[in-house]
């Protein structure tokens, strides 16, 4: 028979995992009734289905300003802080 182990709650719901999991930065669960199933997982692969989410139409003002917008072609500045980049503005 396989090895059962129960974590349980602290007071505000959260779950202290066990030490060879507490260094892992992602996890995938699935759900099986009131059972929840954590795998470790180093990259996501998986993307949400969006296919049922509709398609929304914009209106032609917001994208008339959108593309008034979006047609800067000036390279970026690459900068720590705004001073650091209005200095690079003005060489």
């Not at 009131?34 to 993307?47: A, E």
Request: proline fraction near 9%.
């Amino acid at each position: 028979m396989a090895e059962v182990n129960i974590l349980k709650t602290d007071s505000r719901g959260r779950i202290t995992l066990p030490h060879p999991f507490r260094n892992e930065p992602l996890f995938e669960y699935m759900v099986e009734g009131d059972q929840i199933t954590l795998f470790p997982v180093q990259t996501v692969r998986k993307y949400p289905d969006m296919s049922d989410l509709p398609a929304e139409k914009l209106s032609p003002q917001w994208v008339e300003a959108e593309e008034n917008v979006n047609k800067d072609t000036r390279d970026g500045i690459s900068a720590s802080t705004p001073a650091q980049a209005m200095k690079r503005i003005k060489k």
